[in-house]
């Protein structure tokens, strides 16, 4: 089984939490160049399963897969209570909807 982590930023503590035989890809980007990046990266790798956790990332990520034309499986969960305003919410609950699976924790 490979296992890779994609990520925004290599900062902090990552790298020393994960077992060693974990691939670690860093798109060295901030949130808001997340989309671009990733869809770039859904272009040229071929990913079975893609794990989300958090609203804001859930939702990059199904518009990457959409953008990209990836046939990976989506599987987002819900991590913390971010805000927003009631139509940032709807929204973002419409494309949340799109994912394969939703765990619930």
């Known amino acids: ?32 160049t997340l989309l671009l990046k990733l869809t770039k990266y859904l272009k040229t790798h071929s990913i079975d399963v893609f794990y989300i956790g958090f609203r804001i990332y859930n ?5 990457a897969k959409k953008i990209s034309g990836n046939k ?8 913390g209570y971010e805000s927003g305003t ?12 799109c994912s394969d699976v939703f765990v619930q924790m």
């Open 1 to 32: 089984n490979n296992i890779t982590i994609v990520c925004g930023s290599d900062k902090g503590e990552l790298r020393k939490s994960v077992l060693p035989e974990v691939k670690i890809d860093c798109l060295n980007c901030k949130t808001r």
């Open 59 to 63: 939702v990059i990520g199904i518009c």
């Open 72 to 79: 990976m499986k989506v599987c987002v969960s819900q991590h």
């Open 86 to 97: 009631r139509i940032q919410l709807y929204i973002y609950g419409k494309i949340i909807n």
